[in-house]
Structures are given as structure tokens and as C-alpha cells.
């Protein structure tokens, strides 16, 4: 066999896997069958584990929480049910660090707590956060309008200034 003759082989097989790629009822059919997974590994109040039989991990919740806000954001039609059945543990799990934040005056948000009211703000029309949360969302949102020179990394600070924004505020972002 010639070089050229290999190289043909391999640019019609690329093709066809790139035809794979974007084949609408494949698509559709991995879309429903990774939903199916992700519910049925999300434990029963709402969280997920990062590996089946594991305990419940906020951040892994948070993580797969923010990204159906985002893809609904962008305008793809996916059922996010799974994501919102999880903002009561991830608003109890916020409601909890404000608990044992001691030193309140001087908290500066994290990563964390940027991730947390990005990924809430894509939800604030869907569910209410439950007054007994309210206090600690709201405390956390100001404290990110007053301390966010102080945040560090540039994805924080993108993150909170968007939250900020879908939260009404106007100014800081």
C-alpha cells in the first residue's frame, strides 16, 4: 500500500466519525440515556455523589447544577429537573457555611461561594430560595458586592459579576 492510499482510508474514516458526531437521533438518544444516568445517581435529597455508592458532594452538585443553567441559557432545550430537584440541599449547604463563618465582617467569597450564586442565578425564576436560606444568600451576595476587589481569580470574578447582574445589582458589575 501507498502512503496516499493509507492517508485516504484515514480522511474517509475521520469523515464518517465527524457524520457521527452530529447525527440528530444519536444525539438525542445519548442526551436521554446521560439524563437517565444522572438521576438515577443523584441521591434522595437531591445531591450527587462524585462516584456511585459514594457520600454526597455539594461541590459535584454544584458543578452539574450550573451546567444545566448554562445550557438552558443558551438556549438548549434540556430537561433540568434533576438540577433543580438540587438547589434546596446546595441553598441548605450555603445556609450551613454561613453558620460557621466566624468572622464574617472580614469573609471574602471563594471560588465556591462565586460558583454558588452563578449557578443560583440561572434558577431564580424557577424555585425561591426558601426564607430560612435567605438570610445567608442574602449576606453572601452583599459581602461579594463589597469585598470583590479582594476576590482572587478572574473566573471568580466573572462568575460573581454575573450572579450580581441577575440579582439586580446594577452598579458593582
Known sequence: ESPWLRQARSESEARRRVGLLFDRNRLDQETARQLTVLAERQLEEGLWPWFPGGPPSEYISLYIM?????????????????????????????????????RRDAYVPGPTDALYLYGRSFYLKDVAIAPAHREAVDYLRAQAARTWTKVDGRQSLAHLALALHRWGDTTTP
Open 66 to 102: 450550573t451546567g444545566f443553567g448554562r445550557l438552558r441559557h443558551l438556549g438548549i432545550d434540556v430537561d433540568a429537573t434533576v438540577a433543580v430537584k438540587a438547589l434546596q440541599a446546595l441553598d441548605a449547604w450555603m445556609h450551613q457555611r454561613y453558620l460557621a463563618n466566624d
